[in-house]
Each structure stands twice: as C-alpha cells, then as structure tokens.
C-alpha cells in the first residue's frame, strides 16, 4: 500500500513558479513509476508528466514542455514537479500519482493517488 500527499500548491502570477512536492509512504514506492495530472474546473483530469523509477525516462505533455520539470528522490520517497513561466491556464488541482507498472501516461493506468493541491495562477 502506498499513500501520497502533495505540498506546494497556491497562488502565483503568471510567469512566475513554483515547485510541487509528492511524499509516499512505503519503501515499494522507489519502484514505481510516478506522474503528475490535473484537472481544471469543468474539465477532465489529464495528464502532465511521468516519470520512471529510475529516473531516467521522463515524458510531458506538450501543453507544458519546456516550462516543466519533473523529478524525484527516492532516498526521500519523494517526486517534484518544477513548474516556471507558470500561465494562467495551469490553473488547476494538481495530482501525484504512482503505479507498480514499468511506464503509464494515462490517469487509468495509476493505482495509487494523491488528494490533490491546488495551484492557481493570476494574470
């Protein structure tokens, strides 16, 4: 079992950043894949980036390549979503997710889920 929690959610202006942390609890999760979705107001959940448990295969979606970087710490059970020249139409509830399988880019292939933060971007 595997429990996540993001942090570092709020309110900032557009082109400005901020820096979402993902903790888990359990030591399996070193051996996950992890991503991170939202879902903004109206719309449906999708998909921003994953990573693999090694770290060395990360994928974006186009909507954020370039101003995002995903990353984690395994040590720390940790993942972390860089997020620069922040838009207004990033604003949405931001979730971490994680699954045993060796890749997922797809919100159904995750088993495990955050609660979500929320990020807010100002124009």
């Known amino acids: 079992q595997v429990q996540l929690v993001e942090s570092g959610g709020g309110l900032v202006q557009a082109g400005g950043s901020l820096r979402l942390s993902c903790a888990a609890s359990?030591?399996?999760?070193?051996?996950?894949?992890a991503g991170w979705f939202r879902q903004a107001p109206g719309k449906e959940r999708e998909f921003v980036a994953a990573i693999s448990w090694s770290g060395a295969a990360t994928d974006y979606a186009d909507s954020v390549k370039g101003r995002f970087t995903i990353s984690r710490d395994n040590a720390k059970y940790t993942v972390y979503l860089q997020m620069n020249s922040l838009k207004p139409e990033d604003t949405a509830v931001y979730y971490c997710?994680?699954?045993?399988?060796?890749?997922?880019?797809?919100?159904?292939?995750?088993?495990?889920w955050g609660q979500g933060t929320q990020v807010t971007v100002s124009s």
């Open positions: 997710a994680a699954d045993p399988a060796g890749w997922a880019t797809q919100a159904d292939m995750y088993h495990y």
């Open positions: 359990g030591r399996t999760f070193r051996y996950y894949v």
